[in-house]
């Protein structure tokens, strides 16, 4: 066991010997990882931040269901009743016509032209079920439901609300952070790739400028992992010290623009409640950065490492 920790130490050192020997190859390896880490990092960060928007764009949207005078309570409850059954179906609020009346003159205190109008006309606002839903984009079944000849028969003309421009705006925000989402996966699977490339290509290049050294040590009855160890150490170092770069970097930006620039938001990207987010989970997403820098730097160097010790030292 003595012997084996003694060893291990050999191979820690001799890798961190390689790194600094190798400090120019390691510069250009680690700017190409910190980019993917970034990438990384700002992909988790913007998913959840956009996800906290669309469920706060969520929460302030219901669907209004309007219903005609002449629906008798069983009809109603039945309606409510299913309505509450379906998967997408958040939270549910039953308005009757006064209730209705209530609701609109709240709604609508600053415009006495309006409320006057309601009052004179004797309360024409129809009993309303507000649908809350789950999801903005699987509304397809509150719709459906809605939409069947039964329950069409107990609407007014016009309902449900959630329709036209309104409908339109909300799908297009839905649909722009499901391609953001989407273009970030594509842009960390893209500069993994890169970065596992030229990681691959760095060690190979060390290996080549220690070749004679290596040849001694499998002369001298070296174990391939004790030949290949320092290598792979080298490697995991240039993970560690992106990740941390990385999340630097990121934090520095949040800095900047939450008090530099003064910015709370950027577009769908909310900056305060990201940086939140940021320093909440900050050493999640550090061990997060680390564990991906040194899976990426690790594999690599045991893939050029294998080839070589395969092909060149037999």
């Not at 290509?201 to 070296?222: H, P, V």
Request: charged content about 15%; aromatic content about 8%; glycine content about 4%.
């Amino acid at each position: 066991m003595k012997r084996k920790y003694i060893t291990f130490l050999r191979i820690v050192h001799a890798g961190m010997v390689n790194f600094l020997r190798n400090a120019t190859l390691a510069i250009a390896a680690m700017a190409v990882m910190v980019v993917t880490l970034t990438i990384v990092l700002f992909s988790i960060v913007a998913n959840a931040t956009f996800t906290h928007t669309i469920q706060q764009i969520t929460d302030k949207i219901d669907i209004s269901v309007f219903l005609n005078d002449n629906v008798t309570p069983e009809q109603k409850d039945k309606l409510v009743q299913g309505l509450k059954a379906l998967p997408n179906v958040k939270s549910l609020t039953y308005l009757s016509k006064d209730d209705a009346l209530r609701a609109y003159a709240s709604e609508n205190s600053g415009n006495q032209s309006l409320l006057a109008a309601a009052t004179i006309a004797g309360n024409p606002i129809p009993a309303t079920i507000r649908i809350k839903p789950l999801d903005l984009n699987r509304l397809d079944d509150i719709k459906t439901y809605l939409s069947k000849p039964a329950n069409k028969a107990l609407q007014t003309e016009g309902s449900p609300s959630y329709s036209g421009d309104r409908k339109k705006a909300i799908d297009n925000i839905t649909h722009a952070t499901n391609i953001l989402r989407q273009v970030g996966l594509i842009a960390v699977a893209v500069f993994s790739v890169i970065s596992a490339l030229i990681i691959f290509n760095t060690i190979q290049m060390a290996i080549f400028n220690r070749r004679d050294e290596i040849t001694i040590e499998r002369l001298l009855g070296a174990g391939s992992w004790f030949i290949r160890g320092p290598f792979v150490v080298e490697s995991i170092i240039y993970g560690i010290l992106s990740a941390v770069i990385s999340l630097l970097f990121i934090n520095a930006v949040f800095v900047a623009a939450s008090s530099a620039l003064q910015a709370s938001s950027l577009g769908l990207l909310d900056i305060a409640f990201a940086h939140v987010y940021f320093n909440n989970h900050f050493l999640v997403l550090l061990l997060m950065q680390v564990g991906v820098g040194i899976l990426i730097g690790a594999a690599s160097s045991v893939i050029a490492t294998q080839r070589y010790l395969k092909f060149k030292t037999k």
